[in-house]
């Protein structure tokens, strides 16, 4: 079984600011993952995946995330974000094997203050 | 193209009494999850449908949740009875099979 752990419960930062929100995974064969993005009263977007392939994966909205598989790491970065970036953010993996079944970890509040 | 819809967007209930949600998937997606996410948690898959079958329910409680898809479209996902710890956000997605989910805006159920 895999599972996925979202280092941080909640990051504030300021407007034009760097972020980072980290996720790791544990999973004993090989992944997918997923970075998806929810907004108030909303149902998830997806931001970005990783299939397979180059590890530095482009999304929506200017992010980008890094797939380090000896650290079994998929973290997401921004390097300068908006206020309308706030939204909680989740982190999935799936396997080959789970018929794209999605385990999600618990979630980052990102706040982006002016 | 069409999102996955849902219906209703918000349910209040008192503990005890029966609630049912309803999904239309994206048109084409054989596969079919339901989701609940507890306040403050990430989403936790309830049960998986590909066409009209069940791939996964095991993490269903299935005393009180149903769920079915007839001929392989709609869906719906009953509690019977419903408990104050069924209070959360219902979501369904769809996918093609191995391909992205696609997520609906969810029902949120408060259960008093």
């Known amino acids: 079984a895999q599972s996925v752990t979202q280092l941080d419960s909640q990051v504030p930062v300021f407007e034009e600011a760097p972020v980072e929100l980290r996720c790791n995974y544990s999973?004993?064969?090989?992944?997918?993952l997923f970075w998806y993005v929810q907004y108030p009263n909303q149902g998830l977007q997806l931001l970005l995946k990783?299939?397979?392939?180059?590890?530095l994966v482009k999304g929506i909205n200017g992010f980008e995330a890094e797939f380090n598989k000896s650290q079994t790491s998929f973290h997401l970065r921004k390097p300068s974000v908006h206020i309308s970036d706030t939204a909680e953010y989740f982190c999935?993996?799936?396997?080959?094997?789970?018929?794209?079944?999605?385990?999600f970890g618990e979630g980052t509040q990102l706040t982006v203050n002016p | 193209e069409a999102g996955v819809a849902q219906s209703p967007r918000y349910k209040i209930i008192e503990k005890r009494q029966s609630v049912a949600f309803w999904c239309n998937p994206i048109?084409?997606?054989?596969?079919l999850y339901w989701y609940q996410q507890i306040l403050g948690q990430g989403p936790k898959l309830l049960i998986q449908?590909?066409?009209?079958?069940?791939?996964?329910d095991s993490q269903l409680p299935k005393d009180r949740f149903s769920a079915e898809r007839l001929k392989g479209v709609d869906s719906t996902l009953k509690i019977q009875p419903a408990k104050l710890e069924d209070s959360a956000v219902y979501l369904c997605?769809?996918?093609?099979?191995?391909?992205?989910?696609?997520f609906g805006p969810g029902t949120r159920l408060t259960v008093l």
């Open positions: 999935a993996v799936s396997t080959k094997t789970s018929g794209s079944r999605l385990t």
């Open positions: 999973s004993s064969v090989s992944v997918y």
């Open positions: 449908f590909q066409n009209n079958g069940v791939v996964d």
């Open positions: 997605a769809s996918s093609i099979w191995g391909h992205e989910q696609f």
């Open positions: 990783y299939l397979s392939g180059s590890t």
């Open positions: 048109s084409g997606h054989a596969t």
